[in-house]
């Protein structure tokens, strides 16, 4: 018997079988969607028995006879690193394990699990990155690592930060830049490019732009930075020199450096505000051939003594705190 669905067709129901799991990031790549439809008819007053749907189109009436519409979802390959931390730092810091530790995050957004390998780098000196660091390594976790649908996972990146220098001072940043990319998703999303397949699971790309190291939309990668700032003492150190008094002259305003006379020598170290604390600082002072030691002293924050060998003269250790100062004075004569 063939039915034809005109005047009579007085309702269609629906009926729908999905099987799998659903993730927010969408259901999972591969799940088979099974779908039929019925429909509920009478003729001439009386109702007919159900007839079911089938791809090709089904008469029979009947439980069963129809077959499902069948479809495989396909994968979407989506991911996101988040940085945006920041790290404090002091120049010289190096190696692994050297509480130098940059902050990272990766999502996976995609609907089926990925492995994704991470590569850090130096984001290149300007705007607001001053200095450049080296040696960058993602220490967390081991590599690649393989993430599930909607699997976010910590990324920790630690780099070697240079000697202080003109440009490694406190306050100064560096910014280093962390890609994650999808291994092999660019390539199978490529093969699988043009019409599609029902019956078969093809990679879709979905990821959005991230820095300039990922650089585009839709090819399997993004990047994100975060920032190294330079949190370390800010030190000033002056020297002046004053003739206090000649042979001619005496203690006088109006004494001259000629053989014979006093030279005082203010050394002046001074640790700026809001910079970090310097510990352990020594003052030393070579006095040239033409200069005779007489004595020295010392003043202000943390010094304590000081003391003359063979010519030099050397504090004892001290420290200065975020805008402290101290003095250490040397008096000489002119030979």
Sequence with gaps: MKIKIMKTLLSVAVLSAITGSAWAAGTAAGTDIDNT?????????????AIESSEAGNSTPGAGQGTATTFKVD?????????????NVVPGQTGVDDNTELNFTLKNEGNSTESFTLTPSQVATGGTDTFDTSNCTVTTPALPVSLTADQTIAVKVECDIPPSSAVVTNGASSLVDLLAEAQGAAAQAAADAGADNPATVQTVLADDTGTGTDGAIRNAKHSAISTYTLNTA???????SAVTADPENGVSANAKRIPGATIEYTITVSNAAGAAAATGIVISDALPGDLTYSSCSVSGSGIANCAEAGGSITSGAFDLAAGETATLTIIATVN
Excluded: H, P, R
């Design 37 to 49: 439809a019925s429909i509920a008819y009478s003729v001439g007053g009386t109702s007919q028995t």
């Design 75 to 87: 994968k979407k390959i989506d991911l996101l690193v988040t940085g945006a931390t920041t790290t």
């Design 234 to 240: 800010d030190l000033s150190v002056g020297k002046t």
